[in-house]
């Protein structure tokens, strides 16, 4: 395939991956680069980790073989900023990263509205390894250039018939590949139709507000698990308009906008050059749509407006792909969350924020920061490694009609009174598909999950789940999931409500629910950094319903 573009000119000295040329920034504008102190970059290049041995080496580099090096550019994406990189002999980085958006080389989909006409949806790709965002972890179980997930959206209404038509484009589907679709409870018709043409057809409620689902089959080779198909099925998203608003294609337009307070991204553009940089939204700018088909490089840092609400929506792409997987601890752009929000001053009422439809690809940190008295609908993730997690649901938040696809902890369920209904989560080979709390300041009162869809799980561990754990060996990878420390109180004023949970296959632990000691050397430790001591004698008191 010719459609990968190298866009990281990478050298290898003493079996290490470095980036090739150093640059800097002396500016710190808003609408611009967030820099550490000074405003710049260090001039010092970061080693990316060794890679295993001559023969995976070798191995790699035929790997990256399928991948185009035309017009290669420099990206340094994996300088260190203050010497924060992790260097982890487990995680391989591509020669030459994948640039997207890509096409699927795995799907093609039409679509057909009620008596309406067929039309074509363009299906993306993201390949697993293929970024410096999502490189390759020698431990997670998957192959290189083998697992991958497309994507498609497709624009419905409620009450609306939705038929598809999906061609794989290696091989026709046969009766014997047992083409499904999961969440296997959906009322989706399925069938294979002639030239191997998979036939799927499904009438969205009339509460519709968005639905995703998988294709799922298997040829006993491939299928599913390693060649996803996920279907989003949106609402409409009418665009806003007005002389408030201002169209973005380039992220030249991204000035002198004291004028507007509504942005819309339309094509594909990187909010700063390079597309591994946050885009530090001014704060007069509340709302943000991402149109359709928009794809978008890079991370929104929004700073603090006073305590208004802010919206993030539309169908488009927030794509992470050209940030640095080494650097996802370090602070402020490299680490950042691809929705990152200003701290609010002491004494201050906090910034809110609605997300709505939006796709997260890529991401080299999480999905989002803490979310406080918010609201997330139909938004899509998929997140590859360790720390590449979901949605972290503080106070009074709602959380529905999601997909999110994690190598961490995909529903922290952090805070009180908060909502999740209708997630499907397939979640990779770390991390807890609902999580209750790193610490001990998870209260979890009034919470309630209604409508959990587990489509997949890819745990390789724990082989032998027990108590004596003396450091996290996989305790974190469960359905339930805590982690939290002595002095805990967790739905002692009024208990959680977790219900209508559906594991589409036996998980290898269903509950892994612990009062732990603080794991305070752990560099890589969703308590980003917080090891607050605490008494080992207190108690600890978890309380859930079913």
């Not at 995703?212 to 279907?231: E, H, I, K, P, Y």
């Not at 307070?261 to 553009?269: S, Y």
């Not at 050059?273 to 490089?297: E, H, M, S």
């Not at 590859?384 to 959380?399: H, Q």
Request: hydrophobic share 35%.
């Amino acid at each position: 395939m010719n459609n990968g573009i190298a866009h990281a000119q990478l050298r290898i000295k003493n079996g290490l991956l470095i980036c090739s040329r150093a640059w800097r920034d002396s500016t710190r504008p808003v609408g611009a680069h967030r820099r550490d102190g000074g405003g710049q970059l260090s001039g010092s290049l970061a080693t990316v980790p060794p890679l295993m041995n001559r023969s995976y080496l070798l191995a790699l580099l035929l790997w990256a073989g399928f991948i185009s090096v035309a017009s290669a550019q420099t990206n340094c994406a994996c300088m260190a900023t203050n010497g924060c990189a992790l260097v982890e002999s487990n995680i391989v980085y591509p020669v030459s990263a994948l640039s997207y958006p890509m096409i699927s080389d795995q799907y093609a989909v039409g679509y057909k509205l009620g008596n309406g006409s067929w039309s074509n949806a363009p299906v993306h790709i993201s390949y697993y390894g293929g970024t410096l965002a999502s490189p390759f972890n020698t431990n997670s179980g998957y192959l290189p250039n083998n697992t991958s997930m497309s994507f498609v959206s497709i624009p419905a209404a409620a009450n609306t018939e939705v038929h598809l038509r999906v061609t794989n484009l290696n091989s026709g589907f046969v009766a014997s590949d047992n083409v499904s679709v999961r969440p296997s409870t959906l009322p989706v018709t399925v069938n294979v139709g002639g030239q191997g043409v998979g036939e799927l057809s499904t009438t969205t409620a009339s509460d519709f507000n968005g639905e995703q689902f998988l294709l799922w089959w298997s040829d006993g080779t491939n299928g599913g698990t390693n060649r996803a198909l996920v279907f989003f099925l949106d609402p409409p998203y009418p665009p806003p308009i007005g002389t408030n608003v201002q169209t973005i294609t380039t992220n030249t337009a991204l000035t002198n906008l004291t004028n507007f307070d509504t942005l819309i991204f339309q094509g594909t553009f990187q909010l700063v050059d390079g597309g591994f940089g946050d885009y530090c939204v001014p704060t007069n700018i509340t709302k943000i749509f991402l149109a359709p088909g928009a794809w978008v490089q890079g991370k929104l840092y929004f700073t603090y407006s006073g305590g208004v609400n802010k919206r993030v929506y539309g169908p488009g792409v927030l794509d992470g792909s050209r940030f640095c997987y080494a650097l996802r601890t370090c602070p402020k752009d490299p680490g950042d969350h691809s929705l990152s929000f200003d701290k609010t001053q002491a004494q201050s009422p906090t910034d809110t924020f609605t997300l709505d439809g939006i796709v997260i690809t890529d991401h080299n940190h999480a999905a989002a920061d803490l979310l406080v008295n918010g609201a997330v609908n139909n938004v899509k993730s998929i997140g590859w490694n360790g720390l590449n997690g979901g949605f972290r649901i503080g106070d009074n938040t709602t959380v529905s009609n999601v997909f999110l696809r994690s190598g961490d902890d995909s529903l922290m369920m952090w805070g009180t009174n908060s909502t999740v209904r209708n997630a499907t989560v397939w979640q990779n080979y770390n991390g807890g598909v609902v999580n209750l709390g790193w610490g001990a300041g998870s209260a979890g009162d009034g919470c309630l999950i209604d409508g959990l869809y587990v489509v997949k799980t890819d745990w390789h561990g724990p082989i032998a789940p027990n108590f004596t754990k003396t450091n996290l060996n996989d305790q974190n990878n469960a359905v339930i999931d805590s982690l939290m420390v002595p002095g805990t109180k967790y739905g002692t004023v009024s208990t959680p409500l977790f219900r209508n949970i559906l594991v589409e296959d036996p998980p290898n632990v269903l509950f892994s629910l612990k009062i732990v000691f603080p794991e305070c050397d752990d560099s890589g430790s969703p308590r980003d950094d917080d090891c607050t001591p605490v008494d080992l004698t207190l108690p600890g008191v978890l309380y859930l319903t079913d």
